[in-house]
């Protein structure tokens, strides 16, 4: 982890914990080494800072490419070594990066749904979860937020176990599928958290 890193979760932690009064469970389930994917539903912009906060290792995020051109936040999401995504196309780039990330151990977070959920309820999946799930060995964490997003009112972020790809890797399931399982799961922490 950089001194950058650990700097800015201690001061974001400060600010957002106490805000939304976040509530964390399943902690003990993250993986304490080797390649996490690391799937989240999306309900809010405060959504990366707050799972990076609680979970246990750093996470890298894979974020659109326009915000790496916002003056300021661009060269501060770099640093927390996010790396930017094309969205509406394959981006053989950031796969090719998210599928290192993962080989050499790190944890990435991905938000499959692509965009912000506008019910608070989880949507469909992407087929990039899939992709990095199938191409690599890495753990897949799934983790629900469950909000809303409202000072002082009660936020939880929810980490499931590992969910098993042994025997969708084996029989070279599609990206789709599972895709939807990681989703299925997700949404299952979320509605009984709820």
Do not use: W
Not at 20 to 25: G, H, K, N
Not at 120 to 130: F, H, M, N, S
Not at 153 to 175: F, N, Q, T
């Amino acid at each position: 982890m950089t001194t950058f890193y650990s700097i800015a979760k201690t001061v974001v932690k400060t600010i957002l914990m106490p805000l939304y009064r976040i509530e964390v469970r399943g902690r003990e389930h993250f993986p304490k080494d080797g390649g996490v994917l690391l799937c989240s539903n999306h309900i809010d912009n405060l959504d990366p800072p707050v799972v990076g906060i609680t979970a246990p290792r750093p996470v890298s995020f894979m974020a659109k490419e326009e915000l790496f051109n916002v003056p300021i936040l661009g060269k501060v999401i770099s640093n927390l070594q996010a790396f930017p995504v094309k969205r509406g196309m394959s981006d053989r780039e950031a796969l090719r990066k998210g599928l290192n990330f993962l080989k050499e151990g790190k944890v990435l977070g991905l938000f499959p749904e692509g965009t912000r959920s506008k019910t608070g309820e989880v949507g469909k999946g992407l087929a990039g979860a899939g992709f990095f799930a199938l191409r690599t060995d890495a753990y897949v964490v799934p983790c629900a937020i469950v909000g809303p997003y409202k000072p002082f009112r009660k936020l939880k972020v929810v980490y499931g176990p590992p969910i098993d790809m042994s025997e969708l890797r084996s029989k070279k399931a599609g990206v789709e599928e599972v895709t939807e399982i990681i989703m299925s799961h997700i949404r299952h922490l979320h509605d009984s958290h709820k």
